[in-house]
């Protein structure tokens, strides 16, 4: 089976991004890698198959633009660049089951039923469920709720989300720990906002006046 795997890169290049990507070559050189760098500081990336949005771009946009570079695979992993691989992970993601969205956290939405989705920081999407669900939702802006509403979308879709133990991935997400993370959710706070609102209206479970 083909695997591709989509690295979106929001600061941090030389820190995370490259790091990540000297994984890959090392860990699972078979696996088509497409980094979207979106609007990382210097050094920029000038390999063909990492380029550069010229305007930052929301988390989901990011993502449609790589698989779309990448093409036809069986499987997608879509994942931040704050992400330490420390081992292959392709054997375990041909052991999956193409009518499953795959995550490594499971949550929900507060005081809303039947709300679970997985976190985006990364995502197995097989060829089934991303031609079935299709392209995250693009008007969500920088990043949150794109990947509970594309959860939402496969469950609608008749497909089961499963959490996969992150270790036994050799993953490691820096998440929250990164230095540049308290600031980064203070300066997009209107928009983590503005984006659970959208999700909600558009999920029926508010109304778009409220």
């Given at each position: 089976m083909s695997i591709a795997a989509v690295i979106v890169g929001i600061n941090g290049w030389k820190e995370y991004t490259q790091p990540l990507l000297g994984a890959f070559n090392e860990y699972d050189p078979g696996i088509d890698v497409v980094c979207v760098d979106n609007q990382s500081d210097p050094p920029y990336p000038t390999d063909r198959r990492t380029f550069r949005c010229d305007t930052r771009c929301g988390y989901g946009d990011a993502i449609n633009q790589g698989i779309q570079t990448a093409g036809k695979h069986d499987w997608y992993l879509v994942m931040n660049n704050d992400i330490e691989l420390s081992g292959s992970i392709s054997h375990k993601?041909?052991?999956?089951?193409?009518?499953?969205?795959?995550?490594?956290?499971?949550?929900?939405?507060?005081?809303?039923?039947?709300?679970?989705?997985?976190?985006?920081?990364?995502?197995?999407?097989?060829?089934?469920?991303?031609?079935?669900?299709?392209?995250?939702?693009?008007?969500?802006?920088?990043?949150?709720?794109?990947?509970?509403?594309?959860?939402?979308?496969?469950?609608?879709?008749?497909?089961?989300?499963?959490?996969?133990?992150?270790?036994?991935?050799?993953?490691?997400?820096?998440?929250?720990?990164?230095?540049?993370?308290?600031?980064?959710?203070s300066q997009h706070r209107g928009a983590y906002d503005k984006n659970r609102a959208y999700l909600l209206v558009k999920h029926g479970l508010l109304k778009g006046d409220q």
């Open positions: 993601i041909n052991e999956l089951d193409p009518d499953k969205l795959y995550g490594f956290d499971l949550h929900h939405i507060h005081n809303v039923p039947d709300s679970d989705y997985l976190q985006g920081w990364a995502l197995i999407i097989s060829h089934k469920v991303w031609s079935t669900v299709g392209l995250f939702d693009e008007k969500f802006e920088v990043t949150w709720f794109d990947d509970v509403d594309y959860s939402w979308r496969a469950k609608q879709a008749g497909f089961e989300l499963e959490r996969l133990p992150r270790g036994s991935y050799n993953l490691l997400h820096f998440g929250k720990d990164r230095p540049d993370w308290t600031e980064f959710r």
